[in-house]
């Protein structure tokens, strides 16, 4: 089996890499022909007021991180409380006001925010070949908005936080919760329109600026699952924006629709809010799908399998996403008959889902494929994505929801598709495109183990809330019955290593930005025209604009897939 | 009128949109009062999307405008459309039966 | 004339930042359907459920404000079309006629609305501050009130930054200081003062019309 390996790599382990040599001979090209992104601009305003995507990418990837160990903090005292039956660490109010900041920040700041505004404004124009979004300064914007909600987020946790779930369910937000609702509720909706914004501008870049030759069916499946999740964020947020605008004004004024004390029905307030948040699951989703298929093609040295069905797949997602809301409200007082419909379009979504993880699969058949660190969370992700789709469908049987609804259930359900599937892509992809994005290489043996430990500690910490949910364990409690305590030890264990692992790439990847190998422009011999320029690229991405003259995910010659036989490197290298 | 002379050659066919738009605008305002049960609701929405649909189509330029435009100015409706189909389908099943 | 720079650096032609700009605008209104959406689903819902209270409340609007309105703001609609096409002829003069008359008439639509509130307030029509309503079911007929305020209230800041954007382009125009006739910028805002219109002609006859031959 050959292997691609970093410079880095082939020291360690032996040098069985063929592909060290290409590499070696690109490296540092075109890097004395035009100054890095990074160096084009010195200090601090050069950075806060910059309307190159690549910065504004590293912007958000920081502000992003902080949000992130904000959101594990509350994560990692609500697991400590649940290590015991009794509620002795937090009071039962301290504890609602736990989950509902670690749902808040990881939900709106974290995931949502999390691939498309860094990974995917860095690479979109760079895929399509162009010197920056179509709208530069909307994209400074859409960063500076994000603070600015961050801002208010904060506000809240200082002030003494807020209890009602990341949902917001009215009547309690609007009449009896005591937290800071209407400060957190601003937050969000400012953060909506640096949402709408960054969608907005990528449908227009991807419309109007792709690179000659580049048509419709040659865009990477990584920038068609941006675009798919744009469109979400476009059509899916503003309702959002309004029920959280309804939420604020009536529980400022003490009048308005969803009191049922004062004429009006709760359940209107559900549908506002799953119209939106069901889609966003798939905001928290459908990137991460594109980084998996960039990284298991390169790593398999495969064409995908299926770029058509792919390519649809991800766009009936997108759409057939809005059809199912219904799905969180069985129990909510909704008419059945809605339900059942409801329940039988759940089913109908998980079908573009299963064609993915089919395709993926079929992709890897045949291939070559390399273990490396991307690779690794790659085939994380297939795996969990797979578990918590699965368990989608469970609790999309109307019946069967009846019984595991607000429990332990729905929790793993979802960390399973959000955590063990969107934030192992998300690694995955920094892994993919460090070099790209830093000119440095990681350490690739310390970088396998963080996924691998990942992969672990994530099924120790979520699979044994599966059980806890089926035998009856509701979420949102901070105390519980004593014969639930092991499983509780269990996921609080397993969230220590969780923890250790999303320390170890945070570790090492500052390491590398001054103690790693400087990165050839395409360290992995893969395919897309990010490798085509420098690494890091230069300020306007391509020193002329790129002309696209091959398929997508061209590693071999059409139906020949390259089975054994990599030793002809030429099968997979960029044309020059 | 000054106005008149700096747009020399500009009205058409604007003009006659919004004579249209006015006309409509009086129609809709008079048959309010004209007792239709539930089809004043019909005919007031009627008029009004009729007047929308002069206003996208001339003063939008939509009827110029190549597909692309015509996909993202539909879009929104559609999905408007799909909110409140699956809203109202929990509201009006309400009542049907056990429920 | 084409002094000022009208094409950005991350485009490769006009045409393509015309293309670029018009499109970034559609879907921007499309967003703002689906945000006035939200609030018209509310709309819908407790008209089906209360009608009685719904028509009721409906009836005491002040329907010849909301008629001369709309006639108004229909008009600013003809005004902001032809400094669009005056924009396409480079004719400078024409264009800051056209759009000087349509932050006017837009200023005028938030004079009558401003009075139109005033009137309400004094008919104790405010929802939460101010509201006694001795027809049928006054619980409902506060709901229509509030969504009232509400549909209208969002109409306004809009109208409000599409008043200011029409000025401040207004101002680009007179000093050349715009590419007006390359870059789509008249265009688009054309399209955003088009939208608030088009916002407006379907919350006419949803707040004013309903209930008045009962
Ligand atoms: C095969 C596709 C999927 C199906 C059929 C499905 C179905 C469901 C259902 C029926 C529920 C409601 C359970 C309840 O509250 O009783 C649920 C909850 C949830 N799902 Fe999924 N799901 C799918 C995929 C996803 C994905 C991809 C994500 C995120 C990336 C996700 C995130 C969530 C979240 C966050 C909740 C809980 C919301 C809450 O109540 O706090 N799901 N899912
Ligand atoms: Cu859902």
Redesign the interface.
Known sequence: MNTIVDAQGSGSSGGSGSHSLPRQAERGVGREEATSYLTAGHGVKSWLFTTDHKRIAILYALTITVFFFIGGAAATLIRMELFTPAGDLVSAEGYNKLFTLHGVIMVWFFLVPAIPATLGNFLLPLMLG???????RLNLMSWWLIVIAGAFVLYVLVMGGVDTGWTFYAPYSTTYSNGYVVAAAAGIFVSGFST?ATG??F???T???RAPGMHWFRVPLFVWSIYATALIM??????L???LL?IM?ERL?????FDPA????P??FE??FW?YSHPAVYIMILPGMGVVTEIVTCFARRRIFGYQFMVYALLSIAVVG??V??HH?FVAG?????GL??SFLSYVIAVPSAIKVFNWTATLYRGSIVLDAPMLYALGFIGLFTMGGLTGLFVASLPIDVHVHDTYFVVAHFHYVMVGGMVSAFFGGLHFWWPKITGRLYPEAWARFAALLMFFGFNMTFFPQFILGWMGMPRRYHEYPSEFQVYHVLSSAGAVVLGAAYLLPLGYFLWSLRYGQPASDNPWDAKGLEWRTASPPPK?NFPS?PRVDEEAYDYHPPRRPPGGHLDHPSDGRPAS | MRAIGAFHGLWWPGILVWVTLMALLGLTWGLAYVPMGVFNTVVSMGIGTLKALLVALFFMHLKESGPVLRLAACAGLVWLAVLFAFTFADYLSRGWGPG | MSDPQALAEQFDDLGQQRHAAELGMWIFLATEALFFGGLLLGYAVYRHLYPEAWFAAARETEILIGTANTAILLTSSLTMWLAVRAGEEGRRDAVTLALGLTATLGAFFLGLKAYEYYLDWDNSLVPGLRFAFEKADPEHAEIFYYLYFFLTGVHAVHLTVAITAVLVVLFLVRTGRLAYQQSATLTVLGLYWHLVDVVWIFLYPLIYLPGRSQ
């Open positions: 162009a010197r920056d979004l179509a709208f530069p709408i907005l501008n449908i227009v870049t419309h109007t600026m476009l059509l899916a947020t503003p309702v924006a309004m029920a309804l004004i004024l003490g009048v308005g629709i004062l004429g009006g029905d359940v209107l549908h506002l119209f809005f059809f809301w219904g409200m909704q008419s059945m008959y809605a419909v409801f306007h604009t």
